[in-house]
């Protein structure tokens, strides 16, 4: 006789539930608005402009944090030094609290403060400019690329790079040739999920960039003026944007992370 494991069952049916609430939930997205609505909205100037500022700013957020994000990420994994856990801490800390309260630090931080001086002095001024929008993005972004890069290099066996140094390869050499090879597909899957949260970023890029229309308008920002303003069809049309890029993020990463 057939034995249920009700264990198992009861788990299982509670993916179930989630997921379906969760596919639901984003199919009304989908399903609300016309396909030829959401076709001119996406021709729209205010909608063209939001999605390139979005993509040139998420491009270049991204280089910048997997530049960042590679050392920190390795020294984090390789090395043992002075304040290693407070440095942890601090880079994950960003993951934890409301995007809100980042963009806040950053208004502080880059205002009228020695280091907002010395940037400006340098021809950087990233309150309520396109440049703070990138600045914002990449505080946002850094945090989850370090932590998957620090996995990365984690779970490669460091006497593969011992055997490189014994061959004569310096530790930057070694670092170039070996350790980044082998760490592609978690550099692949820290780029991705990296440009999703670059794109997606809101809070930081409201307080730290603002929310000025045709300015600083990324997606995010595009969504919620437009809900501000009642024009439901462009906001759901940033929506609809937003959800795609998200999920070609996230099918990348899973790949990925199943090679990892």
């Known amino acids: 006789m057939y034995k249920i494991n009700w264990f198992k069952s009861v788990f299982i049916f509670l993916s179930y539930v989630i997921t379906a609430m969760l596919v639901l939930a984003i199919g009304s997205l989908f399903l609300v608005p016309e396909f030829k609505d959401v076709l001119n909205n996406l021709k729209g100037e205010e909608m063209r402009f939001s999605l390139q500022l979005s993509l040139i700013t998420g491009f270049i957020s991204t280089l910048l944090v997997i530049v960042f994000a590679l050392p920190i990420g390795y020294a984090l994994s390789r090395f043992q030094f002075i304040g290693k856990g407070f440095v942890k801490t601090m880079i994950d800390l960003p993951i934890a609290f409301p995007e809100l309260v980042l963009g806040l630090c950053l208004l502080l931080l880059f205002g009228k403060t020695f280091v907002g001086s010395i940037c400006r002095s340098m021809g950087l001024d990233f309150v309520f400019t396109r440049e703070g929008v990138v600045m ?42 070996v350790s980044i090879r082998l760490a592609g597909n978690g550099i692949l899957a820290a780029t991705v999920i990296s440009f999703a949260r670059c794109i997606g970023t809101f809070g930081t890029v409201l307080i730290l960039a603002g929310g000025t229309y045709m300015e600083t308008e990324v997606l995010p920002i595009t969504l919620y003026l437009n809900i501000s303003y009642g024009n439901m069809g462009m906001a759901l049309t940033s929506g609809i944007v937003l959800v795609i890029v998200s999920f070609i993020a996230i099918y990348i990463f899973e790949k990925t992370e199943a090679r990892l």
Not at 136 to 150: D, L
Not at 153 to 168: A, H, N, Q, T
């Open 136 to 177: 914002a993005q990449f505080f946002t972004a850094m945090p989850y690329a370090a932590r998957i890069i620090k996995s990365t290099f984690d779970y490669i066996d460091p006497r593969l790079e011992f055997v490189s140094r014994s061959l004569g390869y310096s530790a930057l050499e070694n670092f170039l040739n």
